[in-house]
């Protein structure tokens, strides 16, 4: 769905790629050591960052961070995540979308 929608570098991908980037800071620490975010990526139809822990406890406790970050929690667009999955590489996987405003 989202990448079918082709790429997008339009102003709200930047305030959205913001928000994901000032979620970092507010995953506590002992969980950043258990858990990361990858890389976020733009679509016309949504920005989609994952998050991935070594167990469902690091994933959910830095979507939980994340969900409460300010930038994110304001964040004019619908907000969406899964559940935490199994990867490939053994780790959970989460994937959040931004959607635009």
Known sequence: MFVDSGPSSDQWT????DAFAS??????????D?????????????????VSGDDAASVLAASEAIFRSPAV??????KMRTAPSPSGSGRLVSTWVLLPP
Do not use: H
Not at 14 to 17: E, L, M, V
Not at 23 to 32: G, N
Not at 34 to 50: I, N
């Open 14 to 17: 930047k305030n959205a790629r």
């Open 34 to 50: 258990r858990a990361s975010l990858g890389a976020v990526t733009c679509y016309r139809k949504g920005c989609v960052m994952e």
């Open 73 to 78: 929690d304001e964040w004019l667009g619908a």
């Open 23 to 32: 979620t970092w800071d507010r995953i506590p620490s002992d969980v950043r």
